[in-house]
Structures are given as C-alpha cells and as structure tokens.
Nanobody, 132 residues
Framework: QVQLVESGGGLVQAGGSLSLTCAASGRIASGRTVRNTFMGWFRQAPRNERQFVAGISPTGDTTSYADSVKGRFTISRDNAVNTVYLQMNSLKPEDTAVYYC????????????????????WGQGTQVTVSS
C-alpha cells in the first residue's frame, strides 16, 4: 500500500510563491515502489470539483500542466527520496484550494495524466490560500 503525505501549504499574498512536497512510501499494487509510477497534483476549491494541476512521468522527463498554471507552476520529483514537488510562483487568489498528491499503479501515457481516474493513491491534501 502507498502512503502519500503532502506538506508546504499555507497562506500567501497574491504574487507570492509556495513549494509543496509530497512524500511517498510503500509499494504500488505490482510490488514496485512509487518511483516506478507516474504522479500528479490536483486541487479542489470550495464548491468546485477536483481538477488537474500537473503530472510527471516516473523518470521525471515528461511533465504536463493545466493551462491555468502553465508558466507559473513546476512539478518535479526526486526518486532517490520518493518525493514529488510542486513549485508555485506568481500565485493568484484563484489558486486557493486544497492541493492533493496522487500516484498511479500502472503505466499510462502522459497524455492522460490529467484524468484523475487513472490515479490509485491519494494523499490527504494541504491547504493553499492566496490573499488578494
């Protein structure tokens, strides 16, 4: 079983930056470790559905982003420590949400990293609040 623990959320003014961390442990269904699977960040604002933010391939060489965060957010991973990061710059009030880390347990092409249905494991979330 995989455990994902997010940290780094908080309150920041518009235009500021935050860096989220997702620490992963355990093994995915195939018995491999989470460093062998794709991972992503999603967010959910009050009264809104959960939406894709960014995804990253197992090796980190392929990434994808929601249009709303392109050029401002950067996803990365360090497989040596089983950790995925989300660097968020130029934050806007509309970025306010609970941010969730997620991981898959089988291969999927990067073209569908934005589909939350392909993720099997989810963290508890960390709150990000951007004030105007």
């Amino acid at each position: 079983q995989v455990q994902l623990v997010e940290s780094g959320g908080g309150l920041v003014q518009a235009g500021g930056s935050l860096s989220l961390t997702c620490a992963a442990s355990g093994r995915i269904a195939s018995g491999r470790t989470v460093r062998n699977t794709f991972m992503g960040w999603f967010r959910q604002a009050p009264r809104n559905e959960r939406q894709f933010v960014a995804g990253i391939s197992p090796t980190g060489d392929t990434t994808s982003y929601a249009d709303s965060v392109k050029g401002r957010f950067t996803i990365s991973r360090d497989n040596a420590v089983n950790t995925v990061y989300l660097q968020m710059n130029s934050l806007k009030p509309e970025d306010t949400a609970v941010y969730y880390c997620a991981a898959g347990d089988t291969y999927y092409p990067s073209s569908i990293y934005d589909d939350q249905g392909v993720y099997t494991y989810w963290g508890q979330g960390t709150q990000v609040t951007v004030s105007s």
